[in-house]
């Protein structure tokens, strides 16, 4: 049976609740959940933690597709991880749990007396993101996240009821900004 037809009948028996019938697509879809989910690193989560987010995902995937759009359910189901993912890591960085982000218990940390280079570099990258971020107005926000790949241009342009033009002007002024930034803080 040819993978399509078989992802149709798979989807149709989780959107019954069939537990076995998503414990089979997901399985044949894991090679991309860890291909999805490998440059991206949140604290205290574990291989385990993944996977339930990427099954949770999976059978929300199967509640909301449809066959008729054309696009299949694997890009789909990518996309919709993807974008899980970085939601996750929003919420990881928001600025109000920052403290919880930096308390570490002693003994959690493998070196004890000892921060590596990597870790400080990796911090102070993610702390100047966010401070570029935060100079981005709300609609620069949604115009950088069509740069990154996070949305794509007819999704940011119906969420903020613009022309791809106006939003092409946003992503301009992000790049703008950027270089700013960068250029301020070297």
């Known amino acids: 049976m040819e993978q399509t037809k078989r992802d149709e009948l798979l989807i149709s028996a989780v959107a019954q609740n069939d537990s076995q019938a998503l414990d089979v697509l997901f399985k044949a879809y894991l090679p991309m959940v860890y291909h999805t989910l490998a440059p991206y690193y949140i604290r205290l989560f574990d291989e385990d ?51 919880d982000r930096q308390a570490v218990l002693i003994a959690e940390r493998p070196e004890r007396d000892a921060i590596s280079e990597d ?10 993101l966010r401070c570029y971020l935060e100079t981005l107005s ?24 613009c022309t791809i033009d106006q939003l092409k002007r946003g992503q301009s002024r992000c790049q703008t900004k950027l270089k700013r930034y960068y250029q301020e803080n070297r």
Do not use: M
């Not at 993944?50 to 990518?78: H, M």
């Not at 870790?119 to 100047?128: G, I, L, P, R």
């Not at 709300?138 to 009821?161: K, M």
């Open 138 to 161: 709300p609609f620069e926000l949604v115009s950088f996240r069509v740069l990154t790949g996070q949305l794509s241009i007819d999704e940011a342009c119906c969420q903020l009821d």
């Open 49 to 99: 933690d993944w996977l339930q987010e990427a099954r949770i995902v999976c059978y929300e995937t199967c509640q909301c597709y449809d066959c008729q759009k054309g696009k299949s359910f694997g890009s789909f189901y990518k996309l919709r991880f993807k974008n899980h993912i970085l939601n996750l890591l929003r919420r990881e960085l928001a600025q109000k749990r920052r403290g």
């Open 119 to 128: 870790t400080v570099t990796y911090y102070q990258s993610q702390f100047e």
